[in-house]
């Protein structure tokens, strides 16, 4: 339990091969002409923007909230195709020196047409033909592709071999984790894992898309064992109370949102995330102009 009240922080942009050099309309300026693939909203290294905690990291305010912040959440922008890759469960990441596994979802902002993912093995295929495939550029026919739009959740559990193509924004909500097998990079110069990708991936997972639930005021667009998301559409000046049953975060989708709490407030902007430590219980949420948000919350913390 923490008394920290909740803090926007400044996302953290990460430079990738596959990325872009323009975010807009996310972010109007990325700080970098490098491409950029990836906008971390609770990276460790993001720095907390406004309020007592200005100018601090997450990663720094690790004793304040009683613990590691236990969800990673990010915007990325692929502008060509992500390797394919597969993640370590908690047990296999911890075997190897980690601190947990990495199991992800994904949520789509946009999709141009025809836009896809790829994601868990076609039928009948195995690890030896995954590692033939590499040889003989081939693995790309080996992975199942999905169609994909706006809207869209996806989970992706760990085990799963997948890659993300081009034409799609996406929301990612992951443990707090940055190991990643690289299986296979269309010839790009960049290193591959492939013993170690080949002994955690399972032929089959539960990866695939989650159908949305309608709630009481929000819709559940993903609920496992790490992670529940749901989104909140609001009208102008719309109020409401948001539960927060554990450790989580709100993200601006559009518009404006006043996140407030006894005696403090601060403003939820697209693209950004306000950390709502555990302990603090519920926020009241007030929209300016027609608003969206979602809610990324982990199971409590066990004291």
């Not at 596959?18 to 909203?41: F, I, M, N």
């Not at 033939?132 to 199942?144: G, K, P, R």
Request: net charge negative.
């Amino acid at each position: 339990m923490t008394n920290v009240a909740p803090f926007r922080l400044k996302p953290w942009f990460s430079e990738r091969p596959w990325g872009r050099q323009s975010l807009k309309p996310w972010y109007s300026d990325t700080g970098t002409k490098e491409l950029v693939g990836e906008a971390w909203l609770t990276g460790p290294q993001c720095v907390v923007e406004e309020g007592e905690l200005e100018g601090k990291t997450l990663e720094s305010l690790t004793g304040a909230l009683g613990g590691e912040f236990p969800l990673l959440v990010k915007l990325l922008f692929p502008n060509e195709k992500l390797s394919v890759q597969v993640h370590p469960d908690d047990e296999q990441a911890q075997a190897a020196g980690g601190v947990r596994g990495k199991t992800e979802c994904w949520y789509v902002l946009e999709a141009e047409p025809g836009a896809s993912v790829m994601l868990g093995l076609k039928p009948g295929v195995d690890a030896r033909m995954l590692a033939a495939s590499v040889a003989d550029n081939t693995m790309e026919s080996l992975v199942q592709k999905i169609p994909v739009s706006a809207g869209d959740m996806l989970f992706v559990d760990a085990g799963t071999v997948h890659a993300i193509e081009p034409g799609v924004v996406l929301l990612e909500t992951q443990q707090t984790s940055d190991i990643t097998y690289r299986l296979y990079d269309y010839g790009r110069p960049r290193e591959l894992h492939l013993e170690q990708g080949l002994k955690v991936i399972r032929p089959k997972t539960d990866a695939g898309k989650v159908a949305p639930k309608k709630m009481d005021g929000f819709t559940r667009l993903i609920e496992k064992n790490y992670f529940t998301v749901d989104r909140f559409d609001l009208k102008d000046a719309e109020e409401r109370s948001v539960a927060m049953t554990g450790p989580g975060c709100l993200v601006g989708l559009k518009g404006k949102v006043a996140v407030i709490t006894p005696g403090e407030e601060v403003e939820l902007e697209p693209g950004k995330a306000v950390v709502v430590p555990e302990g603090v219980g519920k926020v009241m949420v007030e929209a300016e102009g027609d608003a969206a948000f979602v809610r990324c919350v982990a199971p409590a913390q066990v004291s």
